[in-house]
């Protein structure tokens, strides 16, 4: 019989704790117990989700063939984000960990600053966009795309210039 679960339980913080020992002995029954033992709502589902990815990660680290360095987890995680969530991205992304504004040497972390390349990308996917827009496209959004083009940079932003 299933558990009713809400997230104000808040059992799903166990769920993670749990996750961070996981072992590839134990993790088809900890992704079974996620998945058979409650009942999930819009606000639990996610997190047996997310514990079931970061266990299985874990797991997987735990492996003789694991072992993995702090930058092949960050490799994992931005893997991660882009073919799970944001498989047609064409401009790229940028993930701002606000904590790095507690130390001075990460000022460049929080500058409105673009590579020329990605700035070329942009313009390309707005030009894209103008061709294949559809009537439901707002024309203000239309007229942000043609700012683009005519290569206005956006929100404060600047392209990054060679030193």
Known sequence: MK???TEEQKIHEEWYKEARKMTME???VFLKKLMNDYNHDYGTIYHALAAGAI???WAMDRTDQGGITGFQAGCVMWSFIQYWNHENNQCGLKLIDYDKLLYPQYEDHFDKII???TWEQI???ALQKIKDKDEFVHPDVLAHWQSIVND???FGFRVKQDS
Do not use: E, Y
């Open 55 to 57: 266990a299985t990660i």
């Open 3 to 5: 558990t009713t679960i």
């Open 152 to 154: 206005n940079i956006p």
């Open 115 to 117: 590579s020329p390349d």
């Open 26 to 28: 134990k993790l088809p």
């Open 123 to 125: 313009k390309k996917t």
